[in-house]
Nanobody, 116 residues
């Protein structure tokens, strides 16, 4: 059974940090690209960060560059998102995703709220 399970969300004050983790099971995670997306209320889901299988190259949305860092540990089947200098506009449900054509798997999402 394919699963992606996110953890690490919560409430944080502006300027604070959170670390999201996603654990994969039921497929060969190391052979998949992985990424984090987010969806704020009333907005479309958007790509936050992506890490490519094997070579480990990364890409980020302009809005999070310099603040967020994506990483993966293929031995543990995990992909992580370190979020620093958080802003209220980062508030959203964050989703983990793994893909390798034609497959695409999603986690259930974890809420991140940035508020004082």
């Amino acid at each position: 059974q394919v699963q992606l399970v996110e953890s690490g969300g919560g409430l944080v004050q502006p300027g604070g940090s959170l670390r999201l983790s996603c654990t994969a099971s039921g497929f060969t995670f190391s052979s998949y690209n992985a990424g984090w997306y987010r969806q704020a209320p009333g907005k479309e889901r958007e790509l936050v960060a992506r890490i490519i299988r094997l070579v480990g190259s990364t890409m980020y949305a302009d809005s999070v560059k310099g603040r967020f860092t994506i990483s993966r540990d293929n031995a543990k089947n995990t992909v992580n998102l370190q979020m620093n200098s958080l802003k209220p506009e980062d508030t959203a449900v964050y989703y983990c995703m793994a893909d390798r054509s034609p497959n695409q798997y999603w986690g259930q999402g974890t809420q991140v709220t940035v508020s004082s």
